[in-house]
Antibody
């Protein structure tokens, strides 16, 4: 059974940083291109970024609103995906989901507030 | 970026009746590999999204056959043949034919009359 379990969310001040994790199991993580999607409260889905498998280059792409502030990485030995978020603003508040495209985690809530 | 436009944004339906959601893209979603990368997701209240349909018309495992997808180029449709209570939620179309970024429609809220 595919499982994606996000963690690391919480309350952070504007300008602060947070690192999200997504523990994956039930599929061949090393071959998977992994994605982060977020959802502001009461709003729709917004793509954050995606990282390729290492065999496909391991590079990441980002949405314009987070480029230069967020970094996606992966640890294939621990089948874990990460999202490092810096210089957070109130606009970054929301639920953050990791996904393979077909499968989604339950999400972790990030609240940016003073 | 490719803009995805869904209609209607709110869809009250009667149990057992059909429902249809339209999704239009600002450019063709046919990839250079010949596939069309348009997908549909369901998000029930308080839950994470779940993919229902991939590449226009392929149902994901476990998705009831009352859900179907169709379309081509820039115009796509998700149909529910007979709405059930568990179908209440928000439905999103999404394209990843031209990325980054993936882009989603605004969402269509399906509720029971």
């Amino acid at each position: 059974e595919v499982q994606l379990v996000e963690s690391g969310g919480g309350l952070v001040r504007p300008g602060g940083s947070l690192r999200l994790s997504c523990a994956a199991s039930g599929f061949t993580f090393i071959n998977a291109w992994m994605t982060w999607v977020r959802q502001a409260p009461g709003k729709g889905l917004e793509w954050v970024g995606r990282i390729k498998s290492k065999s496909d280059g391991g590079t990441a792409d980002y949405a314009a609103p987070v480029k230069g502030r967020f970094t996606i990485s992966r640890d294939d030995s621990k089948t874990t995906l990460f999202l490092q978020m810096n210089s957070l603003t109130t606009e970054d508040t929301g639920m953050y989901y990791c996904s393979t495209g077909a499968y989604w985690g339950q999400g972790t809530l990030v609240t940016v507030s003073s | 970026d490719v803009v995805m436009t869904q209609s209607p944004l709110s869809l009250p339906v009667t149990l057992g009746q059909p429902a249809s959601i339209s999704c239009r893209s600002s450019q063709s979603l046919v990839h250079s590999d010949g596939n069309t990368y348009l997908h549909w997701f369901q998000q029930r209240p308080g839950q994470s999204p779940r993919r229902l349909i991939y590449r226009v018309s392929n149902r994901d495992s476990g998705v009831p056959d009352r859900f179907s997808g169709s379309g081509s180029g820039t115009d796509f449709t998700l149909e529910i043949s007979r709405v059930e209570a568990e179908d209440v939620g928000v439905y999103y179309c999404m394209q990843n034919a031209h990325w980054p970024p993936w882009t989603f429609g605004q969402g269509t809220k399906v509720e029971i009359k």
